[in-house]
DNA sequence: TTGTAGGCGTTATCAC
DNA sequence: GTGATAACGCCTACAA
């Protein structure tokens, strides 16, 4: 079989000689030992109908014999079409984050799609460099977190034409797609409960505002909706923290410190209203009762307490499960540049308010 | 200038009428500008100090001008030498390995090496399918969660030549180099705290051994323990559970259904540990008095609730750290195969034993 | 149904 | 210090 075709043998021999590949099989080596030229190897593997059956069967012994694994870069750099996506993630410690990360995952995966991932330590620069990087790695789409990001990143994407999905909120002039929920509305509609409930004095935690449009819309919506409700409603009932379980705790203490009046606090995420809760409940203090406490994001903590907390439901793995969606429309060459996915909220009322 | 290169800036042109690449600018464009051949931009930006500055100088400016990037798949298929690694984990929704994560992409950002990441979904055949695909990527380097790997995920790794990180064990025969922990000592030592409190009759929670290394090794550590204490030490005093706190409050009550002698349960991690501790209290069951709790993982939920967790603390992020290390050593070509990384474990005693 | 020619954008090699 | 040439491994376009 071999020396009915001397001359690819020849000449990978000659190159390997040359430049030493990584020992690897290749297309031609596979080629070779079937009998067939190259391109019948690459399309007896992409699209086997077009291969009669009799040379797709010896090819993919010759395959299963070399243990050979096509090389996707080159596959990649060939046609232009890289089957990876990349995904900017704030932090990796907070598992809201990694349930819209399991989402997109799960998404590319069925499409064999491999994503890669960065972390931008909620850095707007940080995001800069990673975008950039992934460009250079050709990547065929960007999954980002949030609206805000710096100029350069901005004109990179554009200038990439790749498809870019942002997430968690639905800005006025979106990059690319995005899929998310109403910040403002939904810290309103948690506000209006606690209102309805009757509290008089709501204080607002959430984590720092600079250049997180999801925090800033929150607190927004919900002086806004104290506003409406007729009620007082300065900065000054509002509070900013790191994120962690103790950091909730520590917030709450603050609050009755320099509040004393407030009977409820509204935190703008589960881990915060959770480590709140339970530091107060080590500190004696009933709730509702005595401070009423409210969270966001419903985590799995969030109803596994007691009080079970009262809190906003977002679908996160949906989330992601979108996201990755229009990133699969948009490599696939569909329009999706201004679509804008409302996936909704929903106020969880449990026992903590 | 641009005269002094005709046949380039013609052969450029040629091609890109007859293939239309993406439209961006590439290292020959950039050298055209910049009035050299297209080896000096790549060394101006690979080794600037081989260039010439003036040189240099021209071809930053170009490459500023044309929005330039370079095109890491060529780079990378040119050079053999990707700057990519994968990571399989189980699952992506349990902190402890997002946590392994986090140490592992932050390692890799210094160097500006990408992470490509892979759910199994606890199954070893999906994590052979990603193996492979990562393999097809051309990743330069794999991290592996556990010691428990199909025959031809095996097969493939070793045919591959890459360095291979396990993490979260120490396996007799490691796929390559591995960074974890005794899983059987760390069980065992609490399991002998337990005793020497003076619990009797003390159950082990799990999620399911199969395929499950940790999970097999944490259970014979318990019964090897009790053993040699002399105690009874029959399988009838463990159980398997689904991961979540849910389910760890309904094996707790499934436990003193069937074993109401029970006075103490070890949960081989904190979720289900947290749930139980949850789900005991909402019971008015009273912890450590009624039934004592272990965890194990050290997660901030086992300090945060009230009483604390006993549990035995595991550096995740520093494992994450160390795992991603090994990977770059070992692309740098250092050999990484056979080394055992024990990152050890600790004990951590609190309120809930 | 299968093959030929050449390009994808970069880097290794060797020469000047 | 800089450049010409070929190679990395595959795919598109066109041909047979």
Redesign the pocket.
């Known amino acids: 079989m071999a020396d009915r075709h001397p001359r690819e043998a020849s000449v990978?021999s000659?190159?390997?000689a040359?430049?030493?590949?990584?020992g690897?099989a290749?297309?031609?080596?596979?080629?070779q030992r079937a009998?067939?030229?190259?391109?019948?190897v690459?399309?007896?593997?992409?699209s086997p109908?077009?291969?009669?059956a009799?040379?797709?069967e010896r090819i993919a012994r010759a395959v299963e014999e070399m243990g050979?694994?096509?090389?996707?870069?080159?596959?990649s750099?060939?046609?232009?079409?890289p089957r990876t996506a990349a995904a900017v993630l704030p932090t990796l410690d907070a598992s809201i984050f990694t349930d819209v990360l399991k989402g997109v995952v799960d998404v590319l995966d069925r499409d064999a799609y491999q994503l890669v991932l960065g972390n931008s330590h909620w850095s707007l620069a940080v995001e800069e460099t990673l975008v950039a990087t992934f460009l250079s790695h050709r990547v065929g789409a960007i999954i980002l977190t949030g609206a805000t990001h710096s100029r350069r990143t901005r004109v990179l994407l554009a200038a990439s034409g790749i498809p870019v999905v942002e997430t968690w909120s639905l800005p006025d002039e979106p990059l690319g797609a995005c899929v998310g929920f109403s910040n403002e509305a939904a810290a309103a509609a948690m506000t209006r409960h606690l209102v309805a409930r009757g509290y008089r004095d709501v204080a607002f935690v959430s984590a720092p505002v600079d250049d997180n449009d999801r925090t800033a819309d929150r607190r927004r919506g919900f002086l806004s909706s104290l506003r409406a409700h007729g009620r007082e409603a300065g900065l000054d009932r509002t509070f900013e923290s790191p994120f962690s379980l103790a950091a909730g705790g520590a917030v709450l203490e603050r609050i009755r410190e320099r509040r004393p009046a407030t009977d409820a606090v509204f935190f703008a995420n589960d881990v915060l209203a959770a480590g709140a809760l339970l530091a107060a409940q080590r500190a004696g203090l009933r709730v509702p009762q005595d401070v009423a406490i409210a969270g966001f994001d419903d985590t799995e903590l969030a109803g596994a307490l007691t009080p079970p907390l009262t809190t906003v439901r977002i679908d996160r793995e949906g989330l992601g499960r979108r996201a990755g969606e229009l990133m699969l429309a948009g490599i696939r060459g569909e329009p999706i540049a201004g679509t804008k996915l409302d996936i909704g909220f929903e106020i969880v009322v449990r026992g903590s308010t």
């Open positions: 990978a000659r190159a390997r040359r430049r030493k590949g990584h690897r290749t297309l031609a080596d596979v080629a009998g067939v030229s190259p391109i019948t690459s399309r007896a593997l992409r109908l077009l291969v009669a009799a040379t797709r050979y694994l096509p090389n996707l870069l080159a596959g750099l060939a046609s232009s079409s």
